[in-house]
C-alpha cells in the first residue's frame, strides 16, 4: 500500500462551494445545532484496509489545513461572505475527535458527531481522501496525460453531436470535487477546459476556481433540508421553512434551491409563489431529468411564472451526451446549466468511480431522512421516520 507523508489535501477551499455557504447560515441561525453524518458506499465496501491511511490524514488536516490569509482575502471578495463569519472561519480547525474511523471485517466505517457549524466542512475532504487513496493503490499507472488524452477523445465526440445545434447558451460547471481519481487529475482537467473548451462556465471547487480564475458555483444541498425536518417545530413545515431561511441569509443571491430531499412532487407542493418567484431556479439530483423538467416548467406556468426567466441546473450522473441531449430537448424553453462531477474529474480507461456518500441521519440526536426520487438514493436508518416523513408528506 502507497505510504503518505504528507497532507494529501493541499488547501482548506479544495471543497465544495456550498458547503462554505451552508455553513455560513449554520453559523448565524444554528449555532448550537448538532448533527450525526455516516459514510456510505452504494457498491461493495471493500475499503476497509485503508482506514489507517485515512486516519493518518485527517489528522494532518487538524494541524496543517486552514484558511490562509490569501484565501480570506479571495472569500471576502464574495458580497454575500460576511465579515464575522470569514473571521471565524479563519480561526477554523478540523477536530479529529468528532471523527470515528474503522475498518469492520474488510469494511470502511465513518461516523462524524458534532455541532453542524463543525461537522458540515468533513464530508468533501473526506470523500476526496477515499477516492484519491483507493485510485492510487489501485490504478497506480493512471497519470493526468492519460486523463487529459481520453477528455481530448471526449470533446470531438462532442464537437461531433453539436455540429448542427446552436450551443451558444450551454452552460457545464465542473461538479468533480467528492469522487474525483485525485486533486493533479482534477486540476489538470479544469485547467485544459478553461483554456480549450468555451462552455465551461465555472466550479463547485473554491480552490480551483481561485487559482485558475474561474467562477464558484453552488447553493446547498440535502444536509440543509434534513437537518429541518427536526429543527423546524413542525415537521410538515420543514422544506418551507428551509428555504425561507436560505433566503432570510442570501436574500437575491445563491438562489437555486434543490428539489428531492423529500421527492420532487412534494417540494413543488411547498415551493409557493412567493418562493418560486424569488428562487432564480431549481436543481436536479434524482429520478428522470426529462420528466424533472416538465413538472418544473409546468410549475411555473401554473404559478403564473415565466419560465424563461428561471434556471433549471441539472446535476445528476451526467457526462457530455446527456448534457447535449437535455439542452436541445429544454433550450428554448427555460434557462439550463449542467453541473458534471464523476463523469468528469473520474472519467479514465481502466477506472471503475467510487459510488461513495457521506450523509446526515441525525439532527439535534433525532433521525433525518432523504427520499430520492431515485429509490437507491434514499437515505436514513430509522424506518418509523421514514414512515412518518412519507405520511406528512403524503407520499
Known amino acids: 500500500m502507497k505510504k503518505y507523508n504528507s497532507l494529501i489535501l493541499k488547501a482548506f477551499l479544495d471543497t465544495d462551494a456550498y458547503k462554505f455557504h451552508m455553513q455560513q447560515a449554520v453559523f448565524y441561525y444554528y449555532h448550537d445545532v448538532t448533527v450525526s453524518a455516516k459514510f456510505l458506499c452504494r457498491g461493495i465496501n471493500f475499503y476497509g484496509s485503508y482506514s489507517k491511511t485515512l486516519i493518518d490524514q485527517i489528522e494532518m488536516m487538524s494541524d496543517d489545513l486552514y484558511l490562509t490569509h490569501d484565501e480570506y ?14 473571521l471565524w472561519l479563519k480561526k477554523f480547525r478540523y477536530d479529529t475527535s468528532q471523527v470515528n474511523i474503522c475498518n469492520e471485517n474488510g469494511r470502511l466505517c465513518i461516523y462524524i458527531n458534532g455541532l453542524w457549524k463543525e461537522v458540515i466542512l468533513w464530508e468533501v475532504p473526506l470523500l476526496a481522501l477515499i477516492s484519491e487513496i483507493v485510485h492510487e ?3 497506480p499507472n493512471v497519470t493526468s496525460n492519460i486523463a487529459i488524452c481520453h477528455l481530448k477523445r471526449k470533446i470531438v465526440n462532442f464537437h461531433n453531436i453539436t455540429k448542427n ?16 481519481f485525485s486533486y493533479n487529475i482534477h486540476l489538470s482537467i479544469i485547467k485544459f477546459l478553461k483554456t480549450n473548451f468555451p462552455w465551461l462556465v465555472g466550479s463547485s471547487n473554491y480552490h480551483i476556481s ?22 423546524s417545530p413542525i415537521l410538515i413545515n420543514s422544506q418551507k421553512m428551509a428555504l425561507k431561511m436560505w433566503l432570510k441569509q442570501y436574500k437575491k443571491q445563491l438562489g437555486i434551491a434543490l428539489t428531492d ?33 416538465e413538472k418544473a416548467i409546468k410549475h411555473y406556468q401554473s404559478l403564473g411564472i415565466n419560465s424563461l426567466k ?24 427555460i434557462n ?5 462531477g464523476t463523469k468528469l474529474t ?45 405520511k406528512t408528506f403524503n407520499l
Request: charged share 25%.
Open 336 to 340: 439550463t446549466i449542467f453541473g458534471i
Open 165 to 180: 445545434l446552436d450551443i451558444s447558451k450551454l452552460k457545464i460547471i465542473d461538479f468533480g470535487t467528492r469522487r474525483r
Open 137 to 139: 493503490n489501485e490504478s
Open 210 to 231: 481561485r487559482i485558475l480564475n474561474i467562477n464558484p458555483v453552488g447553493t446547498q444541498s440535502h444536509e440543509w433540508f434534513q437537518a429541518h425536518q427536526q429543527i
Open 310 to 333: 428561471k434556471t433549471l441546473l441539472f446535476s445528476d450522473n451526467l457526462n457530455f451526451t446527456k448534457i447535449i441531449d437535455l439542452f436541445r430537448f429544454f433550450n428554448g424553453r
Open 73 to 86: 482575502i479571495y472569500m471576502s471578495s464574495f458580497p454575500f461572505f460576511k465579515q464575522e463569519y470569514l
Open 261 to 293: 430531499c423529500i421527492s420532487m412532487d412534494s417540494f413543488l407542493r411547498d415551493f409557493d409563489f412567493n418562493l418560486a418567484n424569488r428562487y432564480q431556479g431549481l436543481r436536479h439530483d434524482s429520478g428522470d431529468p426529462f420528466k424533472w423538467g
Open 346 to 390: 473520474c472519467d479514465i480507461p481502466m477506472v471503475k468511480p467510487l459510488n461513495i456518500v457521506i450523509k446526515l441521519i441525525k439532527c439535534n440526536g433525532k433521525p433525518v431522512a432523504k427520499i430520492s426520487d431515485s429509490p437507491g438514493k434514499t437515505i436514513c436508518l430509522n424506518r418509523l421516520f421514514v414512515k412518518t416523513l412519507k
